[in-house]
T-cell receptor, first 113, second 109 residues
Framework: NAGVTQTPKFQVLKTGQSMTLQCAQD?????MSWYRQDPGMGLRLIHY???????DQGEVPNGYNVSRSTTEDFPLRLLSAAPSQTSVYFC????????????FGDGTRLSIL | GQQLNQSPQSMFIQEGEDVSMNCTSS?????WLWYKQDPGEGPVLLIA?????ELTSNGRLTAQFGITRKDSFLNISASIPSDVGIYFC?????????FGKGTKLTVNP
């Protein structure tokens, strides 16, 4: 099993550009989530999904959209990138909502110029 | 919203020393999870705690779920250079998961 796969690993964008960060898991997990990690801030929840067709906002959702059309995939979209969105983004999944340990991808390092 | 206060923020220790870090919350949790993040990688689960008072070990790591259900600690015994990284606590049992800000551990050989 590959676990949680994130692509791309690195990306540089210009302010105003749009982009989709991809996340796929092959463990048949119901719960998937996106976090951003900034120095000294830990991991902050952006959006999460408890199953296909269901998404909800986390702590810092502004500027990001998500969709969950399949159990396996949970893409994160930046519609108009801003320098404040420069960060490392992690996707994670778990068997079901909340109570189970999260399996994390290796992250996408995103820079907005 | 829920907040987790993790301390210390960073630690610089000599190889062979023991390490202790903790996490506190203003809310009661049903699950405490401890993760480690190596440089350039995603966090990996170290220990999961599901019951108040539970004491669980994983090799040189020991974690406890506080009796009040509002705190947890993680101990590392006889540290080695590969223990370097950031350690995060996290709560479980809800959909909106919250993580502590992490304890960055540096081990000097």
């Amino acid at each position: 099993n590959a676990g949680v796969t994130q692509t791309p690993k690195f990306q540089v964008l210009k302010t105003g550009q749009s982009m989709t960060l991809q996340c796929a898991q092959d463990m048949n997990h119901e719960y998937m989530s996106w976090y951003r990690q900034d120095p000294g801030m830990g991991l902050r929840l952006i959006h999460y999904s408890v199953g296909a067709g269901i998404t909800d906002q986390g702590e810092v959702p502004n500027g990001y959209n998500v969709s969950r059309s399949t159990t396996e995939d949970f893409p994160l979209r930046l519609l108009s990138a801003a320098p404040s969105q420069t960060s490392v983004y992690f996707c994670a999944s778990s068997l079901n909502r909340g109570n189970q340990p999260q399996h994390f991808g290796d992250g996408t390092r995103l820079s907005i110029l | 919203g829920q907040q987790l206060n993790q301390s210390p923020q960073s630690m610089f220790i000599q190889e062979g020393e023991d390490v202790s870090m903790n996490c506190t919350s203003s809310s009661i949790f049903n699950t405490w999870l401890w993760y480690k993040q190596d440089p350039g990688e995603g966090p990996v689960l170290l220990i999961a705690l599901y019951k108040a008072g539970e004491l669980t070990s994983n090799g040189r790591l020991t974690a406890q779920f506080g009796i009040t259900r509002k705190d947890s600690f993680l101990n590392i015994s006889a540290s080695i250079p590969s223990d370097v990284g950031i350690y995060f606590c996290s709560q479980g049992g809800s959909e909106k998961l919250v993580f502590g800000k992490g304890t960055k551990l540096t081990v000097n050989p």
